[in-house]
């Protein structure tokens, strides 16, 4: 598992090359986007989410969110 999730990091790591971040900015992405997506996965497992709008629509709203926040650095 530690090695999955280190691979995920470097895959992630490697995609924030697109935009001007040094690497401690993209430590600080790469963190925040984890923790957004962790959240989500763990709140649904929960059954933390009980109202009818439909979730993966709000996934793909906060994740498109996520992303254009990081276009600042472009």
């Known amino acids: 598992v530690q ?3 280190e ?3 470097q895959l992630t790591m490697k995609t924030l ?3 001007a971040l040094d ?3 993209k430590v600080h992405m790469v ?3 984890r923790s957004l997506l962790h ?3 763990d709140l649904e497992r929960r059954s933390g989410f009980q109202l009818s709008v439909n979730l993966e629509e709000s996934r793909k709203v906060v994740v498109e969110t996520y992303v254009s926040g990081l276009e600042k650095f472009d």
Do not use: K, N, Q
Request: proline fraction near 0%; hydrophobic fraction near 45%; glycine fraction near 22%.
């Open 7 to 9: 691979g995920i990091v």
């Open 17 to 19: 090359s697109d935009f």
């Open 23 to 25: 690497e401690v900015e």
């Open 3 to 5: 090695t999955a999730g």
């Open 31 to 33: 963190r925040g986007l």
């Open 39 to 41: 959240g989500l996965v």
